[in-house]
């Protein structure tokens, strides 16, 4: 079951779904919105690399570490979404604090 339930959880971030995101947030389950996986990405990392400007507000509004980076120290949200070309996913991130520094 539990693993069923981190399925679940991780699966809304990897398909970057408003509506069931959306659903996660207002659960109040005590679930830790900038949980980190075992290559240290973050639901942000999954969204932004979808390039879903309403996921990463959300995720963002909820107050998740915009400058999060991936185990390898490499990788944020920017880069997800920079290798998509999405300068309106950027400015997202830049608006909630992102740190290019």
């Known amino acids: 079951m ?3 339930y981190k399925a679940l959880w991780w699966n809304v971030f990897k398909k ?3 509506t ?3 659903e996660v947030i207002k659960s109040s389950d005590g679930r830790d919105i900038d949980v980190v996986d ?10 932004s690399r ?3 400007e309403q996921c990463i507000k959300l995720l963002a509004e ?11 120290g490499k990788l944020m949200a920017l ?9 309106e ?3 997202v991130l830049l608006d909630f604090g992102l740190n290019l520094l």
């Open 38 to 47: 075992q290559d240290g990405q973050t639901a942000l990392l999954f969204v």
């Open 89 to 91: 996913v950027a400015k």
């Open 50 to 52: 979808l390039c879903s």
């Open 62 to 72: 909820e107050g998740v570490n915009v400058n999060h980076r991936d185990n390898n």
């Open 2 to 4: 539990i693993a069923e």
């Open 20 to 22: 069931a995101l959306q």
């Open 16 to 18: 970057a779904e408003e």
């Open 79 to 87: 880069h997800m979404a920079d290798d998509y070309v999405r300068p």
